[in-house]
């Protein structure tokens, strides 16, 4: 099966810009998704598709990808953002067969 | 607004079945789209097991397949999930979500959740 490979953690400070990134094969072919999650919650979808975000989710969530990396950028972090990320994504070895990314810690400074 | 719930419960003995029940509510099952499960051990990442179309159809986890069944009860709008032959690994956070196709692949809706430990 396919793998989507992210950091582990990243930080960035208050009201920055921080990108976190997602790889692997499956990319050329499918968008990423993004989710949130913060402990103790389920995930949250926050971007799907090329780069759209569902009813709810702030602008300064965006999403990007190129090759084989998809990108989730948060533009001006808030305290609120620090959470766990997962990028997830079709696994092209199988119909209609999913992965996850293994999440990136994200903290705010 | 759609709601998933997730229920069943909380110990399992190793060797045993794991089974939970998705509800949903808020939209028909029978009217499409997919729904899945996943599953999160306590402090790791996201795990996808396997999804369920309404009409059926099944798709599988590899490193799970031989051990997950997943069926779909749309008169009850509900799906299920039954793991067998459990251990401490499958001890985890399990969740019930409706999955998107399309050129992405996303859970739009998920379930709060629930923990089932593996345990005599």
């Known amino acids: 099966s396919s793998e989507l490979t992210q950091d582990p953690a990243v930080s960035v400070a208050l009201g920055q810009t921080v990108r976190i990134t997602c790889q692997g094969d499956s990319l050329r072919s499918y968008y990423a998704s993004w989710y949130q999650q913060k402990p103790g919650q389920a995930p949250v979808l926050v971007i799907y598709?090329?780069?759209n975000r569902p009813s709810g989710i702030p602008d300064r969530f965006s999403g990007s990808s190129s090759g084989n990396t998809a990108s989730l950028t948060i533009t001006g972090a808030q305290a609120e953002d620090e959470a766990d990320y997962y990028c997830n994504s079709r696994d092209s070895s199988g119909n209609h067969h999913v992965v996850f990314g293994g999440g990136t810690k994200l903290t705010v400074l | 607004q759609v709601q998933l719930q997730e229920s069943g419960p909380g110990l399992v003995k190793p060797s045993e079945t794991l089974s939970l029940t998705c509800a949903v509510s808020?939209?028909?099952?029978?009217?499409?789209?997919?729904w899945g499960w996943i599953r999160q051990p306590p402090g790791k990442g996201l795990e996808w097991i396997g999804s369920i179309y309404h009409s059926g159809s099944t798709y599988y986890n590899p490193s799970l397949k031989s051990r997950v069944t997943i069926s779909v009860d749309t008169s009850k709008n509900q799906f299920s999930l039954k793991l067998s032959s459990v251990t401490a690994a499958d001890t985890a956070v399990y969740y019930c979500a409706r999955l998107v196709v399309g050129t992405a692949y996303y859970f739009d809706y998920w379930g709060q959740g629930t923990l089932v430990t593996v345990s005599s």
């Open positions: 598709g090329k780069n």
């Open positions: 808020g939209y028909s099952i029978s009217s499409g789209y997919y």
